[in-house]
């Protein structure tokens, strides 16, 4: 019995211990509108309810980075100090979901506007929405650091 409540006090330090080394790998990185840590809280979810994480801004970066179509339309937006319109980043999303209809998924940045949530419903079932309030004093203490 003994050796049983020490196992699982170490596995309980193991996973303290990764979950602290999550966070500090996540500190500057994956900071969502006001400055939470989007990427974090979604790795997080992925890991415990077995999901694939599809980061809209990581897809605009692989896309950046391998100049494609996609990438170079939205490069020249960015280049001019302009959001990535709706229509290029609904195109970017709906290309990389087609491809992945065979596991459950967490969306992280899309959709933000109604526009892309509509083109999101034409090509799939959504099975639940999660939307993080994160409180305004919260937010000021995070962006003050």
């Known amino acids: ?77 960015l280049e001019n100090g302009l959001l990535v319109p709706d229509h290029v980043i609904t195109r970017l999303m709906v290309s990389e979901l087609e491809t992945r209809n065979t596991k459950h998924w967490l969306l992280d940045g899309f959709p933000r506007t109604l526009v892309q949530a509509e083109a999101l419903d034409r090509i799939c079932d959504v099975d639940l929405v999660i939307s993080l309030n994160i409180p305004f004093e919260t937010l000021k203490d995070c962006l003050s650091r």
């Open 1 to 77: 019995m003994m050796k049983k409540e020490e196992e699982e006090e170490q596995q309980q330090q193991e996973e303290e211990k990764q979950q602290q080394q999550e966070e500090k790998e996540g500190e500057g990185e994956g900071e969502g509108e006001g400055g939470q840590r989007v990427g974090t809280v979604c790795e997080r979810m992925t890991q415990n309810f077995g999901l694939q994480h599809l980061s809209s801004s990581h897809f605009l970066q692989e896309n950046l980075n391998a100049s494609t179509e996609v990438g170079d339309t939205a490069k020249q937006y």
